[in-house]
């Protein structure tokens, strides 16, 4: 159930019975073969499916993120990472001050991680409020089933190739991951990286991208009991 599906009413009334909200913060950036807006499509599918089987509300989605280093692929739309962090506050404060009070972060991108840190500096100024931080291809359950598999996770690689991020063919095989020293700039990393999937295998069977997806949601679904 999202805030787009609902009037300023509806929310009053949810909020006589519940005071759970999911924010997804994503980014707009290059995803090799990939949609442009992978690292939101996945954290709201994940928010989608789990309010069908809670009904906890979602805010709308931060469709952009803090992407400095992939400037040199066109579509990569990037936010200072000040600018996040604000940006991420101001929207949790406004959530408190209708009478939200339990905050499931589901973040898809890993540029927002310094959120993470602000998230926790709200968890000190607000008292009542519980907050909550999933980063899903970061989950021990999802890596655990890389494992089994024998593929290693990758940005744009096969871990993030969903049927509902595919925007095009996508190229069998499995790509070397160059080796990298240091931080890179935009410029070095167009450079090191090509097509823009940093190595690994392009894709798997959709069956396993099934599995992956469940096991996250079995992670979300856990989390939104706030135990």
């Not at 280093?69 to 990569?76: E, K, M, R, W």
């Not at 001050?97 to 602000?118: E, K, M």
């Not at 909550?132 to 890596?143: K, R």
Request: with cysteine.
């Amino acid at each position: 159930m999202r805030f787009e599906e609902l009037n300023w009413f509806d929310v009053e009334k949810y909020l006589e019975s519940d005071d759970r909200l999911m924010l997804v913060l994503g980014a707009c950036e290059q995803h090799g073969y990939l949609s442009l807006a992978t690292d939101v499509l996945i954290p709201q599918a994940l928010a989608d499916a789990a309010s069908k089987q809670t009904g906890v509300l979602i805010a709308p989605s931060v469709n952009f993120g803090a992407s400095p280093y992939f400037l040199d692929y066109p579509g990569t739309l990037s936010l200072r990472l000040s600018t996040m962090l604000d940006l991420v506050e101001d929207l949790v404060m406004s959530a408190y001050g209708h009478g939200f009070r339990r905050f499931l972060v589901l973040n898809g991108h890993g540029g927002n991680d310094g959120v993470r840190g602000r998230v926790y500096e709200l968890a000190n100024e607000l008292s009542e409020a519980q907050f909550s931080w999933y980063a899903w291809w970061q989950s021990h359950s999802v890596i655990s089933v890389a494992e089994e598999i024998g593929k290693k996770p990758g940005h744009a690689n096969w871990l993030e190739a969903f049927q509902f991020t595919r925007v095009a063919d996508l190229p069998e095989g499995e790509k070397a991951p160059p080796k990298v020293n240091g931080l890179l700039s935009a410029e070095q990393s167009r450079l090191t990286y090509g097509d823009g999937v940093i190595g690994g295998h392009y894709q798997a069977d959709l069956s396993i991208m099934d599995k992956v997806f469940n096991t996250a949601l079995e992670d979300v679904l856990h989390l939104l009991r706030f135990e």
